[in-house]
């Protein structure tokens, strides 16, 4: 070695390429999705990418066993019922039958339907993607060139949020029938409304969780241990809906335990507790926001009728502004015409 940097850089290099070799097969770099990477519906194919661990998928699922029927998802691989945790939002509900996922040259996640023009999975992003990771989190994560996140499923939630994950402020979750919202309000409330409005223009609101009013932004938390809690921008505590199990709980000993919270279709709120990679049956229900036979109903008046009701109101203003002020030119034009 001539010099301490020679060695150094030396020292970098066998370091670099002796982690594949140390690594091997097992390493990550097997769940590392790549440009020209896809899954496909064909029985004989990958139908989907799994999590290091197994725990969760991205891909298609099957609507029935030995139909060539899918949906599109992220699901947990080993709980009793491959509870459906993520869904994208397609314009096309039908299920899917002969079509691939493709990360394309560009970048791009594209689902190929047959019959059907490409499209982009994700929506539109601004970057184009280097790889992804289903994560053991439940987060599918899409990266950029120098590996910053440009799309993750956790900031797009459908009807769920699983331990880990928050709901940030202004995000919502909607139920599968699409018949409720739970939004997390920038008021810093939490509340389930159904999307329909009573005749008095205001949404009607089965359950509101009276926190109103806070200096940050509130999000919704679900923890590991099954805490669902709101907290704000500093991480202070503003309230607990659960209190969330020991970790010692009798069903970590036997297998492991996801929580997840649904809002579900008759608008409720529900945190289950799902067992993974054991016999040990179906999830259980640990906490709902309301029981459905309560009758206390809570109205809120709609933002959006608010807010349009104000921008017509503006508009109305400015019209009759414009009529005046042509009015008047109209006049002080035909005064001038007089007095010549
Ligand atoms: C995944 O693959 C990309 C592109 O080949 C590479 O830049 C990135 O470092 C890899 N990431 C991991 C975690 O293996
Ligand atoms: C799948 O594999 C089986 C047996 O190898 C073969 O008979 C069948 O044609 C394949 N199906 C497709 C869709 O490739
Ligand atoms: C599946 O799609 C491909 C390409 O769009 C097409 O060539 C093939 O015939 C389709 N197969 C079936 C069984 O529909
Ligand atoms: C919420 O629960 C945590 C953990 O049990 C506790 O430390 C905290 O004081 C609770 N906060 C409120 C506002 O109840």
């Given at each position: 070695?001539?010099?301490?940097r020679?060695?150094l850089?030396?020292?970098?290099?066998?370091?670099?390429i002796?982690?594949?070799?140390?690594?091997g097969?097992?390493?990550?770099?097997?769940?590392?999705?790549?440009?020209?990477?896809?899954?496909?519906?064909s029985?004989?194919g990958?139908?989907?990418?799994?999590?290091?661990?197994?725990?969760?998928?991205?891909g298609?699922y099957p609507?029935?066993?030995?139909?060539?029927?899918?949906?599109v998802g992220i699901?947990?691989?080993?709980s009793?019922?491959?509870?459906l945790?993520?869904?994208?939002?397609?314009?096309?509900?039908?299920?899917?039958?002969?079509?691939?996922?493709?990360?394309d040259?560009y970048?791009?996640?594209?689902?190929?339907?047959s019959?059907?023009?490409l499209?982009?999975?994700?929506?539109?992003?601004?970057?184009p993607?280097?790889?992804?990771?289903?994560?053991?989190?439940?987060?599918?994560?899409?990266?950029?060139s120098v590996?910053?996140?440009?799309?993750q499923?956790?900031d797009h939630?459908t009807?769920?949020i699983?331990?880990?994950?928050?709901l940030?402020?202004?995000?919502?979750?909607?139920s599968k029938?699409?018949?409720?919202r739970?939004?997390?309000?920038?008021?810093g409330?939490l509340?389930?409304c159904s999307?329909?409005?009573?005749?008095w223009?205001?949404w009607?609101c089965?359950?509101v969780?009276?926190?109103r009013?806070?200096?940050?932004?509130?999000?919704?938390?679900?923890?590991?241990n099954?805490?669902?809690?709101?907290?704000d921008?500093?991480?202070?505590v503003i309230?607990?809906?659960?209190?969330g199990?020991e970790?010692?709980?009798?069903?970590?000993i036997?297998?492991?335990?996801?929580?997840?919270v649904?809002?579900?279709?008759d608008?409720v709120?529900r945190?289950?507790?799902?067992r993974?990679?054991?016999?040990?049956?179906?999830?259980?229900?640990?906490?709902?926001?309301?029981?459905?036979?309560c009758k206390e109903?809570?109205h809120?008046?709609?933002?959006?009728?608010?807010?349009f009701?104000?921008?017509?109101?503006?508009?109305?203003?400015?019209?009759?502004?414009?009529i005046?002020?042509i009015?008047?030119?109209?006049?002080c034009?035909?005064?001038?015409?007089?007095?010549?």
């Amino acid at each position: 070695m001539k010099n301490p940097r020679t060695h150094l850089l030396y020292l970098l290099l066998s370091f670099v390429i002796s982690i594949p070799l140390v690594v091997g097969e097992s390493s990550v770099s097997k769940f590392n999705i790549t440009i020209g990477s896809s899954i496909s519906t064909s029985p004989n194919g990958t139908n989907y990418w799994l999590s290091p661990s197994g725990v969760y998928a991205f891909g298609f699922y099957p609507l029935c066993s030995g139909c060539d029927r899918y949906g599109v998802g992220i699901w947990l691989t080993k709980s009793y019922d491959s509870t459906l945790v993520w869904t994208p939002n397609l314009d096309n509900d039908e299920p899917i039958s002969n079509a691939s996922i493709v990360v394309d040259q560009y970048g791009v996640f594209v689902l190929r339907r047959s019959g059907s023009t490409l499209k982009p999975l994700f929506g539109n992003l601004f970057e184009p993607a280097l790889y992804a990771m289903m994560k053991d989190s439940g987060n599918f994560v899409v990266y950029n060139s120098v590996s910053d996140i440009i799309w993750q499923s956790f900031d797009h939630p459908t009807d769920t949020i699983v331990s880990g994950q928050t709901l940030k402020s202004g995000h919502s979750l909607i139920s599968k029938s699409l018949k409720y919202r739970l939004m997390m309000r920038k008021s810093g409330e939490l509340i389930i409304c159904s999307k329909f409005y009573n005749r008095w223009w205001k949404w009607i609101c089965n359950w509101v969780s009276h926190t109103r009013k806070r200096s940050s932004p509130v999000a919704l938390n679900l923890d590991s241990n099954g805490r669902l809690y709101l907290a704000d921008w500093d991480g202070l505590v503003i309230k607990n809906f659960t209190e969330g199990e020991e970790q010692q709980h009798a069903w970590s000993i036997v297998g492991k335990q996801i929580y997840r919270v649904t809002l579900e279709d008759d608008g409720v709120l529900r945190m289950y507790s799902e067992r993974i990679g054991c016999d040990c049956g179906r999830s259980v229900v640990l906490w709902e926001s309301y029981c459905s036979t309560c009758k206390e109903r809570d109205h809120v008046t709609s933002d959006f009728f608010l807010a349009f009701g104000i921008s017509f109101g503006i508009i109305i203003v400015i019209a009759i502004c414009c009529i005046c002020i042509i009015e008047l030119a109209g006049k002080c034009k035909r005064r001038q015409n007089e007095l010549k």
